[in-house]
Nanobody, 123 residues
Framework: QVQLVESGGGLVQAGGSLRLSCAAS????????MGWFRQAAGKEREFVAG???????VYADSVKGRFIISRDNAKNTVYLQMTSLKPEDTAVYFC?????????????????WGQGTQVTVSS
């Protein structure tokens, strides 16, 4: 069982930065593939970034070069550093864990989810 708690969301102006954190409980964190997803109002949940247990990463095209995902297995925490934020980045951001080293971008294959944190980017 893995429990996930996100933090770090808020209101920021376009061009600004935020860092999201996702704290995980449980002893399996280091073996999990972790993902960040987001869901804007009226839209489907979409993949943002993922990181395997070994540290390799994948990004959605819309955030490449602006967002960085990282993890600290000693702290059971995964991060999403977001820079050059745009109004279209406004969404609820979710952290998810998958008990597999196969990184997928499909939300339905993830086993555990956090409650989400709101990110609002004003123009």
């Amino acid at each position: 069982q893995v429990q996930l708690v996100e933090s770090g969301g808020g209101l920021v102006q376009a061009g600004g930065s935020l860092r999201l954190s996702c704290a995980a409980s449980g002893r399996t964190f280091s073996r999990c593939t972790m993902g960040w997803f987001r869901q804007a109002a009226g839209k489907e949940r979409e993949f943002v970034a993922g990181i395997r247990s070994g540290g390799s990463t994948v990004y959605a095209d819309s955030v490449k070069g602006r967002f960085i995902i990282s993890r600290d297995n000693a702290k059971n925490t995964v991060y999403l550093q977001m820079t050059s934020l745009k109004p279209e980045d406004t969404a609820v951001y979710f952290c998810a864990a998958r008990l597999s080293d196969f990184l997928r971008q499909t939300p339905s294959v993830y086993d555990y989810w956090g409650q989400g944190t709101q990110v609002t980017v004003s123009s």
